[in-house]
């Protein structure tokens, strides 16, 4: 089968991804500077090459030799904090090292499967409809939202311009083995950290603001088949269930008083996706239960603390 190329395949996402593309007898060459990702995540099967995206001539030297099929690109600066604090850098990863992906799978031809962002791009306003469906208006809050909507932008004009074949998922809230429990973002894995050390989660606002978490195993799956699926389309990924931040530590067995403080300016209160289109297009809907998935988080973070110079394992080595 041919070769396809995961930018940011040593993170959380493209890990798993990797995974499953290598499990399906794929191909694959991992794009990542390590900013975040790790390279112990990177199965052996693949081929890891020390690249950071906003290099757009080393980029399209690299597509060029080793000629893809498909790009999936997940590489991407998703810190709204700090997109926050320094725009520009937000701007140069998010957009600037999209454009460069797309100039490099025109060159040879590749489909690009895009991750974009469902409710940072819907944001939150008056007559949103919730679930939200890919037709909605999107309002971003953040710097993150706004860049990743101008990176889908742009992925559809190559389509328009050049013909070049684009596939844009704007995914929920993923969690799963791999996430990081130190970083900003990834509650579950946040929550899981602090209970295995003991220490009350923290929870902003009344913990009743709600979003759409969707397990990475069916996050990977998803991509496959946009893979597979029609070229051009934009297409909500998630499990389409709003689920608390309360909810979520009973799901975890947490039987505590979690730490409350503020709520953070500008988070949303409600955000859930529409995902009837993936079970049209792709016939594809998320499979892992929230309390499976839930679990499935916790062993893997209990066994990266037990195990930290082993591969940690993934969605597939826990199903």
Known sequence: MSSVLITGGAGFIGSNLTDALVADGRACHVVDDLSNG??????DEAELHLLDIRAGAELADLVARVRPSTIFHLAAQADVRRAIEDPRYDAEVNIVGTINVL??????GAKVVFTSTGGA???EYEGLQVPTPETAETR????????????????HLY????GTEVAVLRLGNVYGPRQDPHGEA???????????????PRVYGDGMQTRDYVYVGDVASAFMAAEAGPAGETVNIGAGV??????LLDGLGYEGEPEFAPAREG?????????SKAERLYDWTARTPLHEGLGQTMASVIAARQAPDVRPPGAFALT
């Open 38 to 43: 790790k390279a112990i995540r990177v199965p």
């Open 103 to 108: 100039e490099a799978a025109r060159a040879v």
């Open 121 to 123: 791009g819907y944001g």
């Open 140 to 155: 971003p809050l953040s710097h993150y939202g706004m860049s990743k909507m101008a990176g889908e932008g742009y992925c």
């Open 159 to 162: 389509g328009r311009l050049y």
């Open 186 to 200: 990834g509650v579950v894995a946040i929550f899981c950290g602090r209970m295995i050390d003991g220490i009350a």
């Open 242 to 247: 709003e689920v608390t931040v309360l909810d």
């Open 267 to 275: 988070e949303l209160q409600r955000s859930v996706l529409d995902v």
